[in-house]
């Protein structure tokens, strides 16, 4: 029995060597043929593509002589194309036989039960796979497209998806790719460990967290899905909480991540190592400082006696880097060495300065610019060609051209030139981004209800850096279409010239009963002077017509057409200045908006002074606590012995003056008991913005509590503190996938009898 059991084997492994000698000897006896001249070349075997394709893959033509050196070049290179399963070449007297058998071409890629991801987005990740509509199938590429999908799911913690392949054949040699997915449930972090911790309580340390173990408004954040990327950004959160607190050799020795077996829990298990905490005890100045010690100093914000504070180190060293290249100094390093003593828990710091070598700039080259003019870039740039290289004015010119918003990526790069090394060239970067918007959007408010808005904007208009737009907006109370156009560089020194072109109906809110409305077509011109490089002053000349229309008016408005008719001409010169210093328009956190304007109505009809000032500033209380100051003073008057014009009177209550009363219903009354507003407007708030629980540290959904002071006056009416109108409440502020809402519950503090109070108000805006 084992003698048969050998026999068999040695059959069983012969036959294998018989079928590779017998497949030997085959290749050997067809190419061992003689060289010999072509008369003609056939492909047999296509069924979808051309017979040129193979024709322009061969490395022979007819009338050159044939060897099989030429035919082993033949048959790779027609491999290398990835259009054929297989290739031969049979020879047939002195006719060559290109015999191929195509691969089949994916005609139509479909995902079925698809429901995480668009389309489109997986779509365009196959594709950098080699797996596309149009392009040649091949069942390993499939298998690792089957991969791609799977890890993709795994970014969104769907550590249970399925996906299965499925090719139909078509006609033509066709195949349509079916992908069927089994998405499942995401796995979701159940816990999160941190051991090792002494100092601060593991719930003070999660909270630093953006990723969480079971917040209840998980369903909108999902920051309860594991990510590596997550989970890395938190860890350095928290690293940089014991750096700036002291413990300066904090460490994380070790994270675990395990998966429950149904892959629907994930438990994360973080081991710190504290260390003790160290307080500075000098910092000192070593190497060459240019004879600048002095200055350099005052840059340093390490203060001895203080703790340990890495991110001062961090701001020091730059700072000082940076005050190196406003000297020449482009590649000069500043080290911080700290110098640890245990036993008394103190370091000391060396900043150590190398400025290396001093250079100036023998070219700037702009670079990605495919429509843009070079002229829109170079005239924003504060360093100039054959100058000394001066790192703030680099800096600043990169963010000058990276505010045009006509980009989306601008880099600044610094190559020495070779050979020359006391010289370097900068080349700007830039990746241009649509600068064309058309818009449809609609708006719901508690005081407007529904309005439709529109525009067509372009503002890099032919690549020359000018703005066009169009804008239409229906609001129930104010209807406004309006074309602009904006020059930013109307002269050489950097002055804007903008004109607009409008025509404004106004219905005021809150009229009583009475049924009218304002009609205001005109046009003006501004131009901006550029006193900074953050401050700009604007003037500029107007002329506008308002016309009253409607018989049922309130009484001051019947009044002032008796004596002025129906049809107002007004000449204003206008002069503003701006500047804002905030981290975010839609959320901010820091900084300071400032600004005035200046409506002076000199001539025609209407003859009158209108200013408006407003202050806005942002304080950081802690990461997630902010608080927001506001303050707006409007004023007018008539001029010439003529009165102030009704038409440019302010409002007052509501959202964006004094919550808690109704819309624009604060103010004069006239005998028609009709809302006319007034002359004078002061708005006085303060908000303290506050995270919602359960959102970590997500800045587009918060909450705030607010108090509100102002009111508006009419001409005649005391300006008292007996007059303010007051109110307090709590709202919430969300960036939602729709627009940005507000939403805010007021009580009044402050209010008369015949006020009119709204405490519920809210506004949303949505582009679609």
């Known amino acids: ?66 060897s099989d050196e030429k035919g082993a070049a033949a048959l790779r290179a027609l491999f290398a194309t990835g259009l054929y399963k297989d290739v031969r070449i049979d020879v047939d007297g002195t006719v060559l036989v290109v015999i191929v058998e195509e691969r089949p071409v994916i005609a139509n890629i479909d995902f079925v039960g698809l429901k995480e991801f668009d389309k489109d987005q997986l779509v365009k990740s196959l594709k950098d796979f080699g797996i596309g509509e149009g392009q040649p199938f091949d069942k390993a590429l499939a298998d690792r497209a089957e991969q791609e999908l799977k890890r993709q799911y795994l970014t969104r913690s769907l550590y249970g998806a399925e996906v299965v392949t499925t090719v139909t054949p078509q006609e033509r040699n066709r195949v349509n790719l079916s992908f069927t997915i089994t998405e499942g449930n995401a796995a979701k972090i159940s816990e999160i460990r941190i051991s090792g911790n002494k100092v601060f309580s593991e719930s003070t340390l999660k909270g630093l967290f953006d990723l969480n173990d079971g917040a209840w408004l998980n369903f909108y954040t999902k920051a309860d899905r594991y990510s590596r990327a997550k989970l890395d950004a938190d860890l350095e959160t928290l690293r940089a909480y014991y750096l700036n607190r002291g413990y300066l050799e904090f460490a994380v020795e070790s994270t675990q991540v395990a998966i429950s077996p149904d892959k629907q829990d994930i438990t994360v298990t973080i081991n710190v190592k504290e260390g003790q905490p160290y307080t500075v005890s000098g910092v000192k100045l070593e190497g060459e400082y240019l004879g600048k010690e002095d200055d350099f100093k005052t840059l340093v914000l390490i203060k001895p006696g203080s703790p340990y504070q890495a991110e001062a180190v961090t701001q020091t060293t730059r700072a000082m880097i940076e005050r190196f290249g406003t000297f020449g100094f482009a590649f000069a390093k500043v080290d911080a060495r700290p110098d640890i003593d245990r036993a008394t828990g103190t370091v000391a710091i060396t900043l150590v300065a190398d400025p290396a070598r001093r250079v100036y700039i023998r070219r700037i080259n702009v670079a990605g610019n495919t429509r843009t003019r070079d002229e829109v870039v170079r005239r924003e740039f504060r360093q100039f060609e054959s100058s000394w290289y001066d790192g703030r004015k680099i800096k600043l010119s990169r963010d000058r051209v990276d505010r045009l918003g006509y980009f989306s990526e601008v880099n600044v790069d610094t190559n020495e030139v070779p050979g020359t090394p006391d010289q370097v060239d900068l080349t700007i970067t830039i990746k241009e981004k649509a600068t064309g918007n058309l818009q449809l959007g609609a708006g719901f408010s508690s005081a407007d209800k529904l309005s439709l808005s529109g525009s067509i904007k372009q503002d890099n208009i032919f690549g020359s850096g000018n703005y066009l737009g169009l804008e239409l907006n229906t609001s129930k109370y104010s209807r406004t279409l309006v074309v602009s156009t904006v020059d930013p560089y109307f002269t050489v020194d950097g002055i804007s010239r903008a004109i607009d072109v409008f025509y404004r109906t106004q219905r005021p809110i809150n009229s009583q009963g009475e049924s009218y409305e304002l009609v205001t077509p005109g046009a003006s011109i501004r131009f901006g002077v550029p006193f900074s490089e953050f401050d700009t002053v604007y003037f500029g000349v107007g002329f506008e017509r308002t016309e009253i229309k409607g018989d049922n008016l309130p009484l001051n408005y019947r009044n002032y057409r008796t004596v002025f008719g129906d049809k107002s001409n007004s000449l204003p010169l206008s002069i503003g200045w701006a500047r804002d210093s905030r981290d975010s328009a839609l959320v901010p956190t820091a900084g300071r908006l400032t600004s005035l304007s200046l409506d002076w109505g000199f001539a025609a009809d209407t003859r009158y002074l209108r200013a408006i000032t407003k202050f806005q500033q942002y304080i950081p209380l802690s990461r997630r606590f902010t608080l927001g100051f506001n303050a707006e003073l409007g004023w007018g008057k008539g001029l010439g012995g003529r009165p102030y014009p009704i038409f440019k009177n302010f409002y007052g209550g509501g959202l964006g003056t004094v919550r808690g009363f109704d819309q624009n219903s604060l103010g004069p009354v006239d005998v028609t008991g009709a809302y006319i507003g007034g002359n004078r407007r002061l708005n006085l708030n303060s908000e303290l913005y506050l995270p919602v629980p359960g959102t970590g540290n997500d800045r587009t959904l918060r909450l705030f509590t607010y108090v509100d002071v102002g009111n508006v006056w009419g001409e005649n009416d005391p300006l008292t503190a007996e007059s303010l109108r007051a109110s307090a409440g709590v709202g919430l502020t969300w960036v939602s996938p729709v627009g940005p809402l507000k939403l805010s519950y007021g009580q009044p503090l402050r209010k008369r009898p015949e006020d009119r109070i709204q405490r519920l108000q809210f506004q949303i805006g949505t582009a679609f």
């Open 1 to 66: 029995m084992t003698q048969r059991m050998r026999s068999s084997s040695r059959k069983n492994s012969f036959r294998p060597l018989c079928i590779a000698l017998a497949a030997a000897l085959q290749a050997s006896l067809v190419w061992a043929v003689e060289p010999f001249v072509l008369k003609d070349i056939r492909v047999e075997g296509l069924q979808r593509s051309d017979a040129g394709t193979v024709f322009a893959s061969l490395p022979f033509r007819i009338g050159d002589t044939y």
